[in-house]
């Protein structure tokens, strides 16, 4: 008998860790969802990595997941999401949920009126993903999205340093103090590891500035999504999160509870080069 | 009819932009040799991610090299000589040379009986490559080795920040002050990165600390090597220099220059799932 579509687990990808942060605030909001959870360790970061190259790794990232058989599959990577959505969404038979869009909308009602600012990695703001989602929830917007490129702070988390260690604080200072002096309505965190920095944002920034973390922003638009679909697990809790990662598993244990909140149940080792394998259904993106 | 040995390539591979501070010392060293190199810039870094990753990795790109029938193999990466050499030196019928072992032996002639200290990526310190060569040049150095691991300065100079930021300065600071104060006669800059951060290594550690390029040991070292063997090319000059990255070649071609001195003169593309294809998708040397 076919596994009716609710009961079916969300599938979730990202470059290597970072995505745990938006895991976190999917089982915060749907206790009840099982998650599989793909991080492509051996390939970490995609953020500095040409379009051409994220998008085959996405895809193949994808193919994966698919063979899980999920209900829906999360982009939960802000680099990944600016350059493959759309070709994920022609490929894949499922919903596909990327963490860009929903964040532009929060920034947007949350910046009353005043700029919106975007710190991501190279590649999410080369892109002018951010730029354009803003844009289509609100074209009044346009052209006021301020931008900064963070190529050291995913690195910083993934170090492990403090949201007062001064090096911390001198970087993002480095990265966002001639946009704080535009005094933007919303800053999006528009990488999975910033919310892990949230304190040292906040305190440069200033109370005016709302900071936005696209994971919780994605997190609710899915359970909102799930009720409208009839999608939602109707259980009252339970749900399960496999891990896989491309690396060694035994680091990715080590290192997840700083951006999960607690320890992974089991975490299982894939080979890069056996995402696509066998059956799956992952065409030759260029 | 085969080639004369002395008249193949050279392959050198890393896992990205780093071994062309390792090429640039082997052009002056070498001028009359062909290089070929690959830059595995799709999986960059290397340094991060476990031994058993950076194997398979280091496998793959030298089954690419192998295809270009080279007369040796160059680790032009700390982490990966610090993992790989000896499975890559079962495998490949060819002489392999890694970037370990010359340093070590470098910093034993420079250290004048003081301690030597070691400044690498997580990965080629924990491995205890760097404790071992230099144990094994001289024993009486075993228990002292210094080590530093510096994760944050491959993205730092990938970002092309200079030497004077200071930025650059508190986190060269930050790695290496407790070294400092133990005063080695030797340091080995352990990332193929580093050369480009030498004036804020020197001056935090002073004149009284030699700094071993690793890149510079081992082009000195293939040098000697090649005349014992009769492998050196007999040409004057005019050898030619090929690059092949697994990410977008326009990217590295922008950024090739601050590593090798000088702009690389064409840069082709193949895909990492490509490394270890059958059908070689290029033909052998010129």
């Known amino acids: 008998l076919p596994t009716e579509p609710a009961s079916k687990c969300i599938g979730v990808f990202d470059s290597g860790l970072g995505g745990l942060t938006v895991v976190r605030r999917l089982m915060r909001e749907m206790p009840a969802e099982d998650i599989v959870y793909l991080g492509d360790s051996a390939r970490v970061p995609y953020g ?139 800053l999006i965190l528009g990488c999975t590891h910033y919310p892990l920095l949230q304190g040292a944002i906040a305190k440069l920034m200033g109370p005016a500035t709302a900071l936005i973390d696209s994971g919780q922003a994605t997190a609710v638009a899915i359970a909102e999504f799930f009720r409208r679909e009839g999608l939602a697990n109707p259980r009252s809790g339970g749900g399960q999160l496999r891990c896989w990662s491309t690396d060694n598993p035994e680091r990715f244990e080590r290192l997840a509870g700083r951006f999960l909140g607690r320890a992974p149940q089991s975490v299982q080792w894939v080979g890069a080069d056996e995402l696509t394998a066998a059956e799956s259904p992952v065409g030759g993106t260029p």
Chains 1, 2 share one sequence.
């Not at 680099?79 to 949920?97: C, Q």
């Not at 990327?98 to 929060?106: I, K, M, Q």
């Not at 009126?113 to 710190?119: A, D, F, L, S």
């Not at 074209?139 to 995913?154: E, G, I, N």
């Open 48 to 186: 500095t990595k040409s379009p051409e190259t994220v998008r085959r790794f996405a895809h193949e990232d994808a193919a994966f997941l698919m063979r899980q058989d999920p209900k829906a599959v999360v982009i939960a990577c802000n680099s990944a999401s600016a350059v493959a959505t759309e070709s994920l969404r022609a490929e894949l038979g499922v919903p596909v949920i990327d963490v860009v869009t929903p964040g532009a909308r929060w920034a947007v009602e949350a910046a009353g009126g005043r700029p919106i600012g975007v710190m991501a990695t190279e590649g999410a703001i080369a892109s002018g993903a951010y730029q354009r989602a803003v844009a289509l929830a609100a074209p009044q917007y346009a052209d006021r999205v301020l931008t900064a490129a963070c190529p050291l702070l995913a690195p910083i988390v993934e170090e492990g340093r403090s949201e007062d260690d001064p090096i911390v604080l001198s970087v993002v200072h480095d990265y966002l103090h001639r946009m704080q002096r535009d005094r933007p309505g919303a």
